[in-house]
């Protein structure tokens, strides 16, 4: 049973950076692909960013694209997301997400198999 385990949720302020992490009890080489999604209050788990773990392919939601940066270490093992230029809407619970095989960085929740337990990440206007 693969565990994955979210680290850095906080408090930033708008235009700020933050960064989380995302620990795997497995080598990474041994999961096909991960990523984050987040969630607020009342809304369906949204994708954020994928990344798959061999070729290093990534995959952003517009809404993030060109400010978030997933990345990989396959020797930790671990998966981090670089948050720059936050913006209050995007403040939420962020999960991190394995899956254990697929073609392509996929954006629907269902299709991975593996979550973490979620952490908060606030950004105050």
């Known amino acids: 049973q693969v565990q994955l385990v979210e680290s850095g949720g906080g408090l930033v302020q708008a235009g700020g950076s933050h960064r989380l992490s995302c620990a795997a009890s497995v080598r990474t080489s041994s999961i096909y692909a991960m990523a984050w999604f987040r969630q607020t209050p009342g809304k369906e788990r949204e994708f954020v960013a994928g990344?798959?773990?061999?070729?290093?392919?990534?995959r952003y939601a517009d809404s993030v694209k060109g400010r978030f940066t997933i990345s990989r270490n396959d020797a930790k093992p671990m998966v981090s997301l670089q948050m720059n230029t936050l913006k209050a809407e995007d403040t939420a619970v962020y999960y991190c997400?394995?899956?254990?095989?697929?073609?392509?960085?996929?954006?629907?929740?269902?299709?991975?198999?593996?979550w973490g337990q979620g952490t908060q990440v606030t950004v105050s206007s």
């Open positions: 990344i798959t773990m061999s070729s290093g392919t990534t």
């Open positions: 997400a394995g899956r254990n095989n697929g073609i392509l960085v996929a954006s629907t929740p269902d299709l991975y198999n593996y």
